[in-house]
T-cell receptor, first 113, second 112 residues
């Protein structure tokens, strides 16, 4: 089927820690993959994306690599800040979903100073 | 630099009342979407539109209706609100399927 699975939160880290938020997907073919971020009280905004295998998306110190072998798109950041506290959503889009975004459940990230 | 604007931002309804949520975008986007966001469930697509005058059902369409009479506006209607429709509603628009989706700031609806 079409699905996106993210690690459950909340994830709580100290400032400057290394972050990984896991995301795996199921799909027929090779969908485009996205990470969106939702800061408190706001709508979602695109953080980064990758449209083909082995592509690496990056923005604001965050990175994610499209791994077709493991059908994964894990989000990483080397040194998190308090301002990174938010909810992070993994999503995919492709022909097999009639070009609709399929969303993960979201992972809440809490960064403590 | 408005982007996607949703009105209202907050609303409390009594069971059985009706209301319309308005989404307006100024980016000339073809595709518009209505989602609901519930704790632990991510975003679920209610209805969407691929162009002016067209609408289609998403994952959870029951109890909602939509209209896209003008390209820039996408209206979501609740004919007879139920407590199960208590949620945060987000509108989004895109220019094409695999480009960035732009979101409004959300409407927090409580049905009592």
């Amino acid at each position: 089927g079409n699905s996106v699975t993210q690690m459950e939160g909340p994830v709580t880290l100290s400032e400057e820690a290394f972050l990984t938020i896991n995301c795996t997907y199921t799909a027929t073919g090779y969908p485009s993959l996205f990470w969106y971020v939702q800061y408190p009280g706001e709508g979602l905004q695109l953080l980064l994306k990758a449209t083909k295998a082995d592509d690496k998306g990056s923005n604001k110190g965050f990175e994610a690599t499209y791994r077709k072998e493991t059908t994964s798109f894990h989000l990483e950041k080397g040194s998190v800040q308090v301002s990174d506290s938010a909810v992070y959503f993994c999503a995919r889009i492709g022909m097999d979903s009639n070009y609709q975004l399929i969303w993960g459940a979201g992972t809440k990230l809490i960064i403590k100073p | 630099n408005a982007g996607v604007t949703q009105t209202p931002k907050f609303r409390v309804l009594k069971t059985g009342q009706s209301m319309t949520l308005l989404c307006a975008q100024d980016m000339n986007h073809e595709y518009m979407y209505w989602y609901r966001q519930d704790p632990g469930m991510g975003l679920r697509l209610i209805h969407y539109s691929v162009g002016e005058g067209t609408t289609a059902k998403g994952e959870v369409p029951d109890g909602y209706n939509v209209s896209r009479l003008k390209k820039q506006n996408f209206l979501l209607g609740l004919e007879s609100a139920a407590p199960s429709q208590t949620s945060v509603y987000f509108c989004a628009s895109t220019n094409s399927f695999d480009t960035e989706a732009f979101f409004g700031q959300g409407t927090r609806l409580t049905v009592v």
